[in-house]
């Protein structure tokens, strides 16, 4: 079974802080994807990033990047120089593919990131 | 011009009416998903539809009916509300089956009492 762990359950930073939110992937599938959501205060839920599991190369979008490693199984999210707006639940989540078609996300349990003043 | 949008956003009933929660996606995609946010803000998959087919279906009370009218509308349906279903529902679409990028609704708060 596929499995998404978020250790942190929440991190506070002071604005201008870096901060990297972890995320730790368990699959079978020798083909997947990893995605990060961001949901902030008013309740929705945002995509960020989609990264398949035979591209390794980091990605920064802005003051985002992400790391992947296939090593550690881990897909981890760092916010540079970090704002108020900031402020929201991030989530990682797994892809599968089911037979018969189908994208099932399975989430992690989120981390609540807080940026104060 | 919301590309995802639910209706409606808030939903306050008592145990064991029935209600319902519609979808509908103006992105053209062609798969279309159901996810319930608990209070611990955990998100779960409940059902997917391609192209107005059934596609998952996971362990969710049979008191719960998707309809897919068309491709572009995918409604929940929930029969005899408990209290345990009071959650945040979140329709999704995406395009195609493969693992592509899920874009979703607002979310509809539902409140059993």
């Known amino acids: 079974a596929q499995k998404v762990t978020q250790a942190q359950t929440e991190i506070s930073v002071v604005e201008k802080e870096d901060v990297t939110l972890d995320c730790v992937y368990e699959t079978r599938d020798t083909t997947y994807y990893l995605f990060w959501y961001k949901q902030p205060p008013s309740g929705e839920l945002v995509f960020l990033i989609r990264?398949?599991?035979?591209?390794?190369q980091n990605e920064i979008s802005g003051r985002y990047s992400w790391n992947f490693q296939k090593s550690t199984s881990s897909f981890n999210f760092t916010i540079t120089a970090s704002q108020v707006v900031d402020s929201a639940v991030y989530f990682c989540?797994?892809?599968?593919?089911?037979?018969?078609?189908?994208?099932?996300?399975?989430f992690g349990t989120g981390t609540q990131l807080k940026v104060e003043l | 011009d919301t590309a995802v949008s639910q209706t409606p956003k808030y939903l306050v009933t008592q145990m064991g009416n029935d209600k319902s929660i519609k979808c509908e996606q103006n992105l053209g995609h062609d798969t279309m998903y159901w996810y319930k946010q608990d209070s611990k803000k955990f998100l779960k998959i409940m059902f997917s539809y391609n192209n107005k087919e059934l596609i998952i279906n996971e362990t969710v009370p049979n008191r719960f009916s998707p309809k897919s009218p068309d491709k572009a509308h995918l409604n929940l349906h929930i029969n005899s509300l408990e209290l345990g279903d009071s959650a945040v529902y979140f329709c999704?679409?995406?395009?195609?089956?493969?693992?592509?990028?899920?874009?979703f609704g607002p979310g509809t708060r539902l409140t059993v009492t």
């Open positions: 989540a797994l892809s599968e593919e089911k037979a018969g078609g189908g994208n099932k996300l399975t």
């Open positions: 999704a679409s995406s395009q195609g089956l493969a693992s592509r990028e899920q874009y």
């Open positions: 990264r398949n599991s035979f591209d390794e």
